[in-house]
Nanobody, 122 residues
């Protein structure tokens, strides 16, 4: 059974930084692409960062140059370093394994974790 446990969120002032962690289990972590999603109140979920099994990364335009995704296969953990945070980054952040279709990344597991709340004050 897939388990995803996110942590590291909190309340931070604009311009601050946070590092999120996601511990994964129940699947072969090292061969899967991983991603960080976020969902703000009243908005659709947004995929903000992806990392492949080969460590290639990609970012949504809204976070490019501010967020960095990384992974530690020995710990089955994916990270999201968030710098220069803005109030519009406020959301619940989730991780998931990803599968690539012709046009986009899709979350693999329906068993989402509890997420971690990030709140950025102005």
């Amino acid at each position: 059974q897939v388990q995803l446990v996110e942590s590291g969120g909190g309340l931070v002032q604009a311009g601050g930084s946070l590092r999120l962690s996601c511990a994964a289990s129940g699947f072969i972590f090292s061969i899967n692409a991983m991603g960080w999603f976020r969902q703000a109140p009243g908005k659709q979920p947004e995929l903000v960062a992806t990392i492949t099994s080969g460590d290639s990364t990609n970012y949504a335009d809204s976070v490019k140059s501010r967020f960095t995704i990384s992974r530690d296969n020995a710990k089955n953990t994916v990270y999201l370093q968030m710098n220069s945070l803005k109030p519009e980054d406020t959301a619940v952040y989730y991780c998931n394994a990803l599968v690539r279709t012709n046009t986009r990344w899709l979350a693999v597991s329906n068993d989402w974790g509890q997420g971690t709340q990030v709140t950025v004050s102005s």
